[in-house]
């Protein structure tokens, strides 16, 4: 992809009224760009590390049997009435009225819905057990947008729905989820901590959430030095024990981003929307239900609150959205028509090989280029400068690593394949 | 895929209150499901079909230059208020307040957002021209929703939108498109014509829509025996003639379906927004756009419309859910384990050519098993029985033609790919 022929408008200055590093970087580096309070568009560059985030989630959910579906937004307050949770939900709904007046409201999850839809598909244990997810644009009425897309009014999620005969089933299911999430944040390079947590609003026994560590964190994470111990702040001193698993260990607190929480819910949905299954012996149950979610466009911002430096954005490479830059440096193109035959090459021989490659053709100073390189983070910069070329040079540079090294030009293309190692 | 890890909950009975064969067809084999009137959850099959339109259109749009983005539902009507279109499309648009009172909608189309996000970002003859596209989902308040997926309240849509410095360039970026859509269509297998017509609440001077003929069309076209005119109903007979470009024809009429629409805006948008660049003078002017739509959503209606008989869906193989389905036809596995065996090595092997491969595991007689294929319409069966296989052959058929052929059960698998030259 040329820059020219893409959409990366990047800002020299730190955009006014942003306070988390994440929400500056990614306004910055042309990712999102705010339409209204709490709603954001995401730019061609940022919907590519949407995207390879999406892939990482897909796959590991489509690995633990989860099957991909796509729900409404727009959804019947009548059906909300039905668990009561128009009422527990009122404040971060978004409602309005239809044509027909009939009384409706925006998703701001999908528990109700989904209900609805297997109960009328399921009524037998033969048909269980079921794992249902999507990947879908979530609304909530947020009075207190912050931080950009960590916490927006209209922002995407993975969220999953699984279905059992009976408890031990859901214990599998939600222990396959409670799995495949260990591997997708791992995936994402993102050290979370799985700590088990108060289900709040969606109901249900046993939860737990999946937080990161980080400076713009809304929640407190609770860690013991000498056991294993991981709570949130509310349940350790809840319990009236401030770690449980052990006697010796000294406490110590972090503020982290929620980026994950999985629910037992049991029956609670399928008793209220009478979504029934026929077990063995004939007897009529409620299924017995799981929820799992993941905020996707949330993951993205935790990615750059953390993978970054003074100058940018340092992306892990399995979610960049380019593998590779190439910067050739360079006036007018009749001047230096070796520098962009050489980068054209370059493109078309990494491209062939794999790669998903930028080339910054614009018409800009050095000074602009490596600026922005840094900004946006590519892991790989191949450097085509003058200076090097008259030695037969050019330079490669990793954006993690402080310094580049000088290789021969006909070299540059394996030596970035043993990099990058694709 | 398995059946039974997949979720396809098919239905024997014509559903009440259908009228169109597509919507019957698409509930019918579960590939949607409505939660409310005018608005639908697309289930696993319905996706994947879904997502093979996607990426047909994706792969045009990206070929033509054109760059990938998303845009939010969430839009505020000041933005609206700019073009005076808070009231031209005041009838279809979902408005409400959010929890600070500013009045919002969800956006219906997009052009007032993009041009305000370009406006932000492009000042320079330079930047131009760009051509900005996203697959997303839009509302409209349809007081009779119809058809299903048809006419719908919630519904997908692919929109592009074009920015030039110049009426020639508005003119080369439309040909692109135009011949992208051609293309596109071609790809999707559905014969398309291609009319000039009204711009109608878009604005601007030039437009051509995308019909395909349909029973259930809703628009009505008029094409000449002899010579090459098409045209719509409305601006044939307000042109006061009826067959502009020669005198011998005579005039057919077809009802269709609208499945693309691409205008010239020229600068209604940017006038009103002050969306504006330098040129190559210093003289400041107004973006010349044009903006270019496909209902995706509609486009899986329309494919299901044509391609279908008595016994349901025949899938084009591009856009098909699967590739080949597998039916071992069996009682238990004790019984039939070489039935088993063999249709997991198929699997594996067919799977492992690349192909989409779907398993009825299911534990259903060969009748249902054999409507159940007919309705899906997988482009190719693999029939396992027990007979044949007692002569050591097994049924492949096309789903397209009447009659299957027998095939040693060694020979199956060049047979398909030959069939499917994948």
Redesign the interface.
């Known amino acids: 992809m040329k820059w020219t ?3 990366i ?1 990047t800002l020299k200055e730190v955009p006014q009224g942003t306070e988390a590093i994440s929400h500056q970087l990614l306004l910055r580096s042309g990712l999102v ?1 705010m ?3 709490g ?6 560059l ?2 590519r590390v ?1 995207r390879n985030i999406e892939k990482i989630i897909r796959g590991e959910m489509n690995k633990a ?1 989860a ?10 307050i009548d059906l909300w009435k039905q668990t009561g949770r128009d009422q527990v939900l009122d ?1 971060v709904m ?3 009225k ?3 007046n ?1 009384p409706m409201c ?1 998703g701001p999850t999908h528990e109700e ?1 989904i209900t ?2 297997v109960k ?2 399921v009524q037998s244990y033969k048909q269980l057990p ?1 794992n ?1 997810y999507q990947i879908q ?1 979530k ?1 909530r ?3 207190r947008p912050r931080f950009g897309i960590v916490r927006a ?2 922002f995407i999620m993975k969220d999953a729905y699984s279905f059992d005969k009976d408890m031990a089933g859901l214990q599998r299911s939600y222990e396959l989820m409670r799995k495949a999430y260990i591997q997708i944040f791992e995936e994402l390079d993102l050290d979370v901590i799985a700590i088990s947590a108060d289900s709040g609003a969606m109901g249900g026994k046993l939860s737990h959430e999946f937080m990161v560590p980080a400076s713009i964190g809304e929640d407190t994470v609770v860690m013991c030095s000498d056991c294993n111990f991981k709570g949130g702040k509310k349940e350790s001193l809840c319990q009236g024990v401030i770690c449980p698993e052990c006697q010796q260990g000294t406490l110590s607190e972090t503020v982290a981003i929620e980026l994950g929480h999985i629910f037992q819910l049991q029956t609670k949905y399928s008793d209220a929307q009478q979504a029934l299954f026929l077990d063995e012996t004939g007897k009529q149950k409620p299924i017995v239900m799981g929820c799992y979610g993941i905020g996707v466009s949330r993951v993205l911002a935790a990615i750059v609150e953390i993978h970054n430096d003074e100058k940018g954005i340092i992306w892990p490479e399995k979610v960049a959205p380019f593998d590779i830059e190439i910067l050739p440096l360079s006036g007018k193109k009749e001047e230096d028509s070796e520098i962009h035959e050489l980068s054209e090459n370059y493109y078309k021989e990494l491209t062939s090989l794999g790669y998903e490659v930028l080339i910054d053709d614009r018409n800009e100073s050095a000074g602009r280029k490596f600026n922005d390189a840094d900004l946006i983070g590519i892991p790989l910069r191949v450097t085509i400068g003058r200076r090097n070329l008259k030695e037969g040079k050019v330079e490669i540079k990793r954006r993690r690593t402080p310094d580049g090294i000088l290789v021969d030009k006909e070299e540059a293309i394996s030596k970035i394949s043993q990099i990058l190692k694709k």
């Open positions: 022929q893409f959409f408008p760009h339409l209204t309070s709603v954001y568009s995401y730019l061609p940022g919907l949407l049997g099957v991909e579906l796509f729900l409404p937004c727009l959804q019947p404040d978004i409602k309005f239809d044509g027909k009939r925006l819905v609805d839809l009328n598909f079921l249902l644009t609304f009425d947020e009075l009014c209209e």
